[in-house]
């Protein structure tokens, strides 16, 4: 057995380059895993910083300095956050406090449709299991509340956090993107020489993982804008909340939007019942759903991240397991680190001629 790891010791890891790489990835973990929350103003400023450098890379291709690029790509992103902070989030705010304030009409609703069940579909639905079913939600939805309220007293240091987000984040982003190329020397001058497979990693990772998000991010406004207009104009209560809810699901593929749905349904249901306008809804939002996955991903994502849909699934699944919502936020851009990884790792016969020269 000592052996056989000796053996793939000898064949994978006798490559200084490797090692460093793994040592890369095994510090990069522990500061994530101990400083992440920490640092969480710092990974969005990073996030912000990567996107909007390809935006500034794009405009300079129009024979644009990067001041002059720099300039307009942050004018526009500080009016992207001041209309978010002064419109959108203002008009969610209260969506969802009348949304909360209306539960208990939507609640009282939902039992009557529940009780008449048993007298249309007896054969199907039993008496006991629609009072089952009450008792477990009725106890489901009386938590919710407690949490609510546990919650609430933490509003305003939320709120507080929220102002210093939009202080400091901003300004961040500003330096990283004015500085990037002093910020990389400085880092530079800390690495070692052998960083020939951690340069071929982070140029996989930079051209992939930024392709990816400057696709996700004009899918969600896509999709967020879409679903604003289309409930807007059929009546549905709520409709720019929803909106944004159903544009953010699909940060997640696949389970994002199947979870976000829910609500959406039950809300949908709720204002027209099974009536020929809920039908008309529901076959509206399949179409945005289908163009969604069908001709939208295609066309932002067609050769950008070759990854299989089941290693996609497994990769939610895994990581989720592994660190919850966060897990499942960056499952994509985990899955997408890792097969840059293999994909650069130096194959056995590569790792012999390197040590015999």
């Known amino acids: 057995m000592l052996n056989v790891f000796k053996r793939f010791y000898q064949r994978h890891f006798t490559n200084p380059e490797a090692v460093i790489l793994v040592l890369f990835l095994a510090l990069g973990l522990v500061l994530f895993l101990l400083f992440g929350e920490m640092m969480a103003s710092v990974i969005t400023a990073l996030i912000i910083a990567f996107l909007l450098d390809g935006i500034i890379r794009g405009v300079q291709t129009l024979h644009v300095s990067r001041n002059a690029a720099l300039s307009v790509v942050y004018m526009g992103f500080l009016g992207l956050l001041v209309l978010c902070f002064f419109v959108l989030i203002p008009l969610l705010w209260q969506q969802i406090f009348h949304l909360l304030e209306e539960m208990p009409h939507i609640l009282a609703h939902w039992q009557e449709q529940l009780l008449l069940l048993p007298v249309r579909y007896p054969e199907l639905v039993s008496e006991q299991q629609v009072k089952d079913f009450m008792t477990a939600a009725g106890t489901r939805v009386s938590q919710f509340g407690e949490h609510m309220l546990s919650y609430s007293s933490a509003v305003m240091p939320l709120i507080a956090a929220i102002v210093v987000y939009f202080i400091l984040v901003p300004l961040m982003v500003f330096f990283m993107l004015k500085d990037r190329d002093r910020i990389f020397a400085w880092f530079g001058q800390f690495l070692p020489e052998e960083t020939g497979l951690v340069k071929r990693v982070w140029e996989e990772v930079h051209i992939q993982l930024g392709n990816?998000?400057?696709?996700?991010?004009?899918?969600?406004?896509?999709?967020?804008?879409?679903?604003?207009?289309?409930?807007a104009i059929m009546g549905l209560p709520y409709a720019a909340l929803m909106g944004v809810v159903i544009g953010l699901s699909v940060i997640i593929p696949y389970v994002g939007a199947a979870i976000a749905s829910i609500p959406l349904i039950l809300?949908?249901?709720?204002?027209?019942?099974?009536?020929?306008?809920?039908?008309?809804?529901?076959?509206?939002?399949?179409?945005?759903?289908?163009?969604?996955?069908?001709?939208?991903?295609?066309?932002?994502?067609?050769?950008?991240?070759?990854?299989?849909?089941?290693?996609i699934v497994i990769a939610i699944i895994f990581f989720g397991g592994l660190w919850g919502f966060w897990g499942v936020f960056f499952a994509i851009p985990l899955s997408i680190l890792i097969k840059a990884v293999l994909n650069a790792w130096p194959e056995p016969q590569e790792i012999s001629c390197q040590k015999n020269q």
């Open 212 to 231: 990816y998000v400057r696709g996700k991010v004009l899918e969600i406004l896509i999709i967020a804008v879409s679903c604003c207009i289309f409930f």
């Open 267 to 311: 809300i949908a249901f709720f204002q027209w019942g099974f009536s020929p306008h809920f039908l008309y809804f529901m076959i509206g939002y399949g179409i945005i759903l289908g163009l969604d996955g069908n001709v939208i991903v295609p066309i932002l994502f067609s050769e950008v991240v070759n990854i299989h849909p089941l290693a």
